[in-house]
């Protein structure tokens, strides 16, 4: 077994075209953030992104992509950005984790996202969470019964605001994979205006990702594509995503809405009916990623399971690291496993954001539904 580290770009065709074999093969790593396009897109926006290339007997046994920063900090590929990492191997792989960050020249690495259950990391995972999914496995109608019978008067009441915005502001549609640049500028434009307003960092501040976003909605193969869709009231849009697929699975990414239509619940609006067309495309389910809002519980109909943890070399620098991280993550994962918890830090951050913009008033925001 030999580990070799490499920048994305180094990487050939025989490295790319054996890393989409790798993932194809095992449905565990069926999500666009684990595939090596994004991580060629990252590798050419950012200098501190690398790959433990890993072979055994002379064959490419599975890739590793990561993040190296100061002082052998590892960081998973994307970091904050992405809800999903892991080795990208054969099946049942199993590594000396310690071994693996010493030949990436890592003293640490933590993750919050990894694929559960991986050999080499599973005896570092400190807890294994839910992400919850769309299942579209056999189809958008049997998908909407299961959401319908789970929560009846949700269901109802989306349904009910749906037809309501199409009464007041025209015909309710929505547009699959809009390969138009301004209608993503529109959605970015929106998603900063609820970072602020929520009291959140606003990550399009960042030129870079920008830059990744606008890369990613022009790639467009079978296997790899960005997508963004958008609901229209008339011709008016009011609530986008936009995100990553496979062949057969979407990620979301970057939801947002115009606030001016709040009342419509038009994000859920837009999720059901962006449900009903990757059905159409031929994708087997829709991955909303773990934590967060109250909307994904009822809109699951099913889940995936993520990892957390820490791997550590000894070090000084992993001693500092473990200091500085441990309470700030305890702290977020009593909040986030905590409803009213979760309800009372968005209020929270609400208000920091109007004092940021001077007392404005924020967008109004989307509420729940209740179960």
């Given at each position: 077994m030999s580990i070799t580290i490499v920048r994305p770009t180094d990487l050939g065709p025989a490295e790319t075209e054996r890393w989409r074999a790798l993932q194809q093969a095992d449905p565990a790593?069926?999500?666009a953030f684990l595939s090596v396009e994004f991580a060629l897109a990252m590798g050419r926006l950012r200098d501190y992104v690398r790959v433990a290339v890993i072979e055994d007997g002379g064959r490419?046994?599975?890739?590793?992509p990561y993040e190296r920063h100061g002082f052998g900090v590892g960081k998973p590929l994307g970091g904050f950005l992405t809800t999903c990492h892991g080795l990208i191997s054969v099946p049942e792989l199993k590594l000396n984790a310690r071994e693996l960050l010493?030949?990436?020249r890592l003293n640490v690495l933590e993750f919050d996202h990894m694929v559960a259950g991986q050999?080499?990391?599973?005896p570092h995972e400190a807890d294994v969470r839910p992400a919850p999914v769309m299942d579209l496995t056999a189809g958008f109608d049997a998908?909407?019964?299961?959401?319908?019978?789970?929560s009846p008067k949700n269901y109802k009441t989306v349904r009910?605001?749906?037809?309501?915005?199409?009464?007041?502001?025209?015909d309710v549609r929505l547009e699959w994979a809009s390969p138009d640049p301004a209608l993503l500028r529109t959605l970015l434009a929106w998603k900063s205006r609820q970072y602020r307003d929520t009291g959140r960092v606003d990550r399009f501040a960042q030129p870079w990702i920008v830059r990744l976003t606008e890369e990613m909605h022009a790639?467009?193969?079978p296997d790899f594509a960005g997508v963004l869709t958008m609901l229209y009231a008339g011709d008016v849009p009011v609530a986008g995503h936009f995100g990553l697929r496979t062949a057969t699975s979407l990620v979301g990414w970057f939801p947002a809405y115009d606030p001016e239509y709040a009342r419509y619940s038009p994000g859920i609006v837009?999720?059901?009916l962006m449900a009903e067309h990757a059905a159409g495309a031929g994708l087997h389910q829709v991955d909303m990623g773990k934590g967060g809002r109250e909307y994904k519980d009822w809109l699951k109909s099913g889940v995936l399971l993520v990892a957390e943890g820490r791997i550590a070399r000894p070090s000084a620098t992993a001693m500092i690291h473990w200091i500085g991280r441990t309470p700030v993550n305890k702290a977020r994962t009593i909040v986030t496993d905590r409803p009213e918890l979760y309800r009372l830090a968005d209020r929270v951050l609400k208000a920091a954001g109007r004092l940021r913009a001077g007392g404005r008033p924020p967008a109004r925001s989307q509420k729940p539904v209740k179960p």
């Open positions: 790593l069926d999500n490419i046994a599975g890739f590793f010493r030949a990436c050999p080499t990391f599973a998908y909407a019964e299961q959401v319908r019978a789970n009910y605001k749906q037809r309501k915005l199409g009464r007041e502001h025209g790639a467009a193969t837009h999720h059901l």
